[in-house]
């Protein structure tokens, strides 16, 4: 939430979304502080908003940063639709996530939360925010791409690569993260928009992991689009994606009771083996990955870098270990 002094006055604009990434470092987009349409000014003061009803008994809480100026309070990161809020002092028992540093493939189930479409009601003449809502969406991972990252807010000629989403969602979580609906560790953050299709609204996200450098020394995470489109018609689709071929035993007719393969619980055990092996599959490689690390003494992806620089040295810029340096 910005608040401007114009005049005897003050205007009060809702932005978007953000979370803690450390009990100083606060995550949200460039163009949600300094977007086209919206530019940032220094002397600008930011009200960062947790109305959640079982956050510290039911009261909220409200971080206020005034007199805010570049590069002081607020670090921008433009080519990655990046900004941090800084605080000079850790706040005492403030929440903030986890940050997932491997890849998201296809299949796997996803989250995104945060304030969209906020109502903002001033009562005798105090601005009211019980009238933002928090909310939250689920939604698998369809399809990976590669595609620039393109919104009205902020354009760049840079192709990374890309993955679309089908769920819910409504216009303003820009900023918000998108987690891992298994265990809530954050792989991204909501980014921008792309065009609506014709089956309804589609969020895709930046790949994490450079494709070409998967093999050992760039781990990556996602930076996440989010559309501001029409609601999907029809289900939510909250199956995993996994195998789900419809065929049918054939056994001799003396066989005493055939099986169906097609059956509800035959598709359900498919289901949970293709899951327990995607897991298998996924630690497996990260426990090697950081085996291969240590063996090396590579720790080169964990040097964060600006954005700028990454697109001169012609490697992807990795928001999760600039977030993490800026944490520590």
Known sequence: MRHRAEG????AL??????????KVFLTCYHVINGKSNLHQDGDAYHLVNNLSDYKGGKGVIHAIVNTTLGKEIHLFKDADLALFTFSTPIADQA???LDYGSVQQGPDIGVAGYPLPNLVVVNQQLRYDGLLYRVARGTVTATYDAPLDAPEIQ????????????????????????????GF??????GFRAQTSSGSTASCTSARDEQRLRGKYPRSLLCWYQNG???????G???????HSRKARFPKSFPNRVRLDSPGWAFLRTWCAD????????????????YLLIRGDYEHMAACSPRQAVLDDRPFDWVTTVSTWAA
Do not use: C, D
């Open 8 to 11: 005897q006055e003050t205007r």
């Open 156 to 183: 760049s000629t840079a192709v990374v690569p890309m993955l679309e989403v089908n769920f819910l969602f409504v216009p303003g979580n820009s900023g918000g993260p998108i987690f891992r609906a298994t265990n």
């Open 230 to 236: 029409v609601r999907e018609s029809g289900s939510t």
């Open 276 to 291: 327990v092996l995607a897991t298998i599959r996924f630690v497996t490689f990260l426990v090697w990955h950081k085996i």
């Open 238 to 244: 909250l199956r995993r994606f996994a195998l789900r």
């Open 14 to 23: 809702p932005l978007g979304s953000g979370f803690f990434v450390s009990s």
């Open 96 to 98: 903030y996530v986890n």
């Open 186 to 191: 954050v792989v991204g953050y909501v980014h």
